[in-house]
């Protein structure tokens, strides 16, 4: 096994042993006093150790695929096309077992979600790439400046507001990216710009999905299982002209069970990361969770150093830390989250506090008929919440995408819904 993979390892276990610890004091705890504020501080240690898990855990293991496996992946379009696929895959079955089976939706919302989709797809398709030419510490570093495109593109459109101290805002951000930029050794102008770009195509999301979605009523898993056929055949195309005659390598029997897993495990641990992220919104703060946001930027960069020995300076470490305090105030100027790794301003189902187990079928199915019959609304699994692009992750499902931006305001929001708090 490849030293890099032993390494990505050590790492998953070492949060899921911390993640271990945390989870079991808490249930220690709340037995012992069940409204302890202890309880409820331990349940968002342990939802932050679990989404710094997956999502480092992916970043990292995005790299190692992108550079090392087989000497290097030669078709990054339909790796990440193969997890657009995995990502409706889960979502179906997450909402049959949930009893919530996708339904048929209107011409509108299946436009606005296939726009959505069509963004998601290039904005991870870009970040992935992105890897074959840059280190995740400046990739990560390069992903403080999300906040930018969203605030600017925002304000072009109306959503956001302009003011002194958005663009106060926007202009330490802006100098922090330069600075960090500058200070990179191993500069190099594909991976820089591929990292913009992604930005620029998770800016468009977030905009598609304010105008189109917001008043849908789709849940998260929902929105991921009807944008799934437009990501995969977003990236189609461009997969048969650059990277069909690179595809004969999966002929091979050991090369296709290996990039199987591949596939598999990352699309696996972006599931259960947009999983965490819906607890994570509803038990924290805004505030509170840009400040787990930036904190898991610097711990990625820290892992990307112990992983794969990668090299960072004292002026970059300046550059990233300005652009992350210029995200900081923007959250505390407009009391608006700041998020890694997702969807924007989508509205999520409320996953019970403590579930084991999944729901039963059998008293769903029972029930709601049950209601149709009375005149009542199918059961929901509570009020609708947000949360802001990029815990995206869903990433971005699959990212890493992981980067950090924020809801502006003056967005429309669903009446009773939560403030909002940013790939495969």
Known sequence: MSPDIVSILEELLFFLTLVCCSEGTRRLVKRARPDSRAAAALLICSLVLGWYSVSITLVLLNKWVMKSWRGGLNFPLFYTMS?????????????VMSCHPPGKQRRSVCCGVSLVGVMTALDVAASNMSFLFITVAFYTMLKSASLIFIL???????????????????????????????????FDLRGFWLVLGSEVFAALRWLATQKTLQSSGLSAMQTVFYMSPASSLTLAPFVWVREREKLHVLAEPDAAGQYFLLVLLPGFLAFLLLLVEVHLVKVTSSLTLAVFGNLKSIVTILF??????????????????????????????????????SLASLQYEVL????????????CTAEEPQKASAGQSPTVLGASDQIAPGLEDFAT?????????????GADQPAGAATPRQAE
């Open 83 to 95: 997890h657009m696929v995995l990502k409706g895959f889960f979502s179906f079955l997450y909402l």
């Open 152 to 186: 600017v593109l925002g304000a072009v459109l109306r959503i956001e507001k302009c003011s002194a101290g958005v663009a106060a805002t926007v202009l330490l951000i802006s100098i922090g990216i330069f600075i960090t930029s500058y200070g990179e050794t191993d």
């Open 304 to 341: 990307s150093i112990f992983v794969f020995g990668e090299k960072t300076t004292a002026l970059q470490w300046s550059g990233l830390l300005l652009a992350l305090a210029g995200m900081l105030i923007y959250a505390r100027l407009k009391n608006k989250s700041v998020a890694v790794d």
């Open 352 to 363: 019970p506090q403590d579930e084991d187990t999944w729901p039963d079928a059998a008293t």
């Open 397 to 409: 499902f699959d990212e890493p995408a992981l980067d950090a931006h924020a809801t502006p305001a």
